[in-house]
Structure formats: structure tokens, C-alpha cells
């Protein structure tokens, strides 16, 4: 059975080794005559493995063998590289065990690999923005909360980010706010509750805070993506 955290990071976290950045099967065919990213992987003498990015031109995918569910993949690297043929899984991986072989490549379509750089670029910017900003103070969200035009600021023309700092980790977690409701309790608590538009979270907090406490695994902060 998962954890918390396994089930928060799944739903909310960045994961290189995520399905959503893996060509279902066969998938890699419609990128017959197109330029993709090979993806190189060698392991170094320390153990580590070295990552090189590449254009490449697949010019056939061919020879489907049933018994090894494999392809033979013609390809080239670059506008002028000679071609090459490499035995590919229907998820554009080499076929061969890696740990044995000490290399693997994979073919991932250009926009799936664009997807990948913005999705680690944006949460590498929201870690720094977790380090650097506060959580929006209790006036700005009180005012949002109580506002008629909550649904369209949250859902169209701002950006209010859930941005959540597991203990012991580096990386953060994140969701856009869809909906927010405060209340005041008494003296500086107030009652906080914020929803994804599927799952909502309820806090009790003090209007000093500069983060909050999440389910006793982590803290949080409600961040404004705008620079301000």
C-alpha cells in the first residue's frame, strides 16, 4: 500500500522516471519520418549514469519480432549522420538489459520531451519561489476568499499556487488553487480550507505564519505566481 507521501508526490510532484513522459506502447511509430530526441544513458566508472539529449531522424521502424516484441528501428543523428539501426520495445527503448550492458537509448517524441524540460524547469522555479516569497498574507486571502469574483480570479486571471515542502525533502509539490474559503476563528487563527476542484484541504492557522503546517508531513505555503 502507498503512502501519504507516495500518493501526494504521484498525484502533485515532478518525477523524471514518471509514465506521463513514457510513449505508451507502439506510440513511437507515429514519429515514423519525424525528428525525435534520442536519448543516450552511460554508465560511468563511479556507477552514475551520463545523459546526452540528440536530434535524430527515424527513417523506418520496421520488422516487428512477436517473440521479443521488438521493432528494427533506421535512424540518423543529425541532418548529415550516417544511418543507423538499433532494436527497439514498443516504448522506443533499446532492447537489452542496461545494468548488463552499461548503455540504453530511447527515441522520445519532441513534444513529450518538450513537456518533460518545461515540467522540471517550472517546479525547479517553484522551489526557488518556496525559498524566496512568504505565504500570501491573511488580508489578501481573506479578501479573496469573500470576494464575488473568486471563481474567475482563481480559475482564469490569477495564478494562486499550493506549494508543499515534504520533510526532509528538496523538491516541492504543487497544485493550483480552485477554490479557498477563510475564517476567522479568534485572536490570529483562522480557519483555511483549499481545493484543487477535486480534493480540498482544511488548516487551522495564525495570521504570522509565514508557512503552514501539512497533515503533519510537510509544510506549505500559498504562493501568487505573478512577480510581484
Not at 510537510?218 to 510581484?228: A, E, H, R, S, V
Amino acid at each position: 500500500m502507498k503512502t501519504r507521501e507516495e500518493i501526494l508526490k504521484e498525484k502533485y510532484g515532478f518525477s523524471k522516471a514518471s509514465y506521463k513522459y513514457i510513449p505508451k506502447g507502439a506510440e513511437i511509430l507515429k514519429s515514423i519520418g519525424q525528428v525525435v530526441i534520442c536519448v543516450d544513458y552511460t554508465r560511468q566508472e563511479d556507477g552514475t549514469w551520463k545523459t546526452e539529449y540528440q536530434k535524430a531522424l527515424i527513417i523506418k521502424i520496421s520488422d516487428f519480432d512477436p517473440l521479443t516484441m521488438t521493432y528494427k528501428c533506421k535512424y540518423k543523428i543529425g541532418e548529415d549522420g550516417d544511418e543507423q539501426e538499433l532494436q527497439i520495445i514498443p516504448e522506443g527503448y533499446s532492447w537489452g538489459n542496461p545494468e548488463e550492458t552499461g548503455w540504453m537509448k530511447r527515441f522520445l517524441p519532441y513534444s513529450l520531451h518538450c513537456q518533460f524540460v518545461e515540467d522540471e524547469l517550472f517546479y525547479s522555479h517553484l522551489a526557488d519561489l518556496y525559498e524566496s516569497k512568504k505565504t500570501l498574507d491573511i488580508e489578501f486571502l481573506f479578501n479573496l476568499s469573500q470576494s464575488k469574483e473568486k471563481k474567475t480570479q482563481l480559475k482564469y486571471s490569477r495564478h494562486i499556487s499550493a506549494v508543499i515542502r515534504l520533510s526532509g525533502e528538496k523538491e516541492v509539490l504543487y497544485f493550483r488553487i480552485q477554490d479557498i474559503t477563510l475564517r476567522h476563528k479568534s485572536g490570529k487563527s483562522y480557519s483555511l480550507k483549499i481545493s484543487d476542484g477535486e480534493n480540498s484541504y482544511t488548516f487551522m492557522i495564525t495570521s504570522d505564519q509565514e508557512e503552514y503546517d501539512f497533515e503533519n508531513i510537510g509544510k506549505i505555503k500559498i504562493i501568487d505566481l505573478c512577480t510581484n
